[in-house]
């Protein structure tokens, strides 16, 4: 591959191969006590939830890790990265499992970051392009050649709501075409968006090698179920979103990795059954609670820490800035979801597993 050399990091063959067959990979919390320091054990009890029920990765440093955890006095950026690449090492797992790091900032910040990643023995970093206010199209190109040259990157479209910008058709269609980029991680929470971005790879020379990854937490199934058909050039280019990099995913995980085992066996089948369109429904309301788009999606950190403190993996909701709280009528929207779709949540999984997870 063109623009690569012998120090760039390149995803091992196995990686690869399991990242385009589709993957559950939860965006990894943050652990803290009530005086909002690192809580080790519980955060080394996340990554052993995340490695037991299945996933295929873990997604640390991220927007669910919380960005804080850069800032100078807070310092937790390299520690949690490390924590996760610990415990995943320990699990010993037999199938193939992806560590990517959030990396995020301006070109010099992005590269220390990815280098960070690099010596704790990571796989890919998720690049964010949130928080660059003022950058062309262009200049964020070029930052992603600069970050692709040392590891994998997975791009990441991130809804506006929350510090994301839009981006052009010809913007992914150039971003698709970088060298040692290997997923896009769609996040929009916008249909034409998302759509931008599947048909710009469909049109990049190097379609075959970017695998799509829903970060639509209000329309999971439906993208994990959905082939997108171009015409390129004449010809007719389908692409599919093969697993999802999600936030609501950090939760309820071992169902999760159920639900996507179950859409790979009904792509195999050829035909959909329409109870599928409810199970996104379903999926998409339990969303609702956790993430709060009803306040902005000003609790959505918050919401992910009650249901983990429910299940008795987190001791509480704390995040690192006080004022990030759960929203008014936020907890009774969780308990709704929890007795309208039983079905959904891994408590029992949980319970069973909770206290050598929570062991030395």
């Avoid at 939860?26 to 320091?37: G, I, S, T, V, Y």
């Avoid at 970060?215 to 999802?244: H, P, W």
């Avoid at 306040?295 to 299940?311: K, M, N, S, T, Y």
Wanted: negative net charge; aromatic residues 8%.
């Amino acid at each position: 591959m063109s623009g690569l050399t012998t120090t760039t990091l390149q995803l091992a063959p196995e990686k690869l191969a399991a990242l385009h067959q589709g993957l559950v990979i939860p965006a990894h919390p943050l652990a803290l006590d009530e005086n909002r320091k690192l809580d080790e054990r519980r955060q080394r009890a996340l990554s052993r939830y995340y490695a037991a029920s299945g996933a295929g990765g873990i997604a640390v440093g991220v927007h669910s890790t919380q960005f804080e955890i850069r800032e100078p006095g807070i310092d937790l950026y390299e520690p949690v990265l490390r924590l996760a690449a610990e415990e995943i090492g320990k699990a010993k797992l037999e199938r193939p499992f992806i560590l990517v790091a959030g990396v995020c900032g301006p070109t010099p910040q992005a590269l220390e970051e990815t280098e960070t990643a690099r010596r704790l023995g990571y796989d890919a970093v998720l690049l964010s392009m949130g928080g660059l206010d003022g950058w062309s199209e262009t200049d964020i190109l070029k930052r992603t050649e600069a970050i692709a040259a040392k590891m994998p990157v997975i791009g990441f479209y991130l809804q506006p709501s929350v510090g994301g910008k839009i981006f052009s058709f010809d913007f992914w269609r150039a971003f698709a075409e970088i060298p040692n980029v290997v997923a896009i991680k769609m996040a929009p929470f916008n249909r034409y968006q998302t759509i931008d971005v599947v048909r710009a790879v469909c049109y990049s020379s190097r379609r075959d090698e970017i695998a799509l990854y829903t970060g639509n937490d209000d329309n999971i199934v439906n993208d994990l179920l959905s082939t997108y058909r171009f015409q390129v050039d004449g010809v007719a280019v389908e692409k599919g979103i093969v697993g999802g990099l999600l936030g609501h995913w950090a939760v309820w995980t071992q169902k999760a990795v159920e639900l996507l085992e179950e859409i790979k066996e009904a792509r195999k089948a050829g035909s959909l059954s329409k109870e599928w369109l409810t199970r996104n429904v379903e999926i998409t309301d339990c969303n609702a609670a956790f993430f709060d788009p009803a306040h902005g999606f000003a609790g959505c950190i918050p919401g992910i820490h009650e249901v983990l403190r429910r299940q008795g993996l987190l001791k509480g909701t704390w995040c690192l800035n006080p004022h990030e709280t759960l929203s008014p009528g936020q907890a009774e929207e969780i308990d709704r979801v929890y007795r309208d779709y039983p079905h959904l949540n891994d408590d029992d999984f949980i319970r069973e597993h909770l206290e050598e997870w929570l062991s030395d």
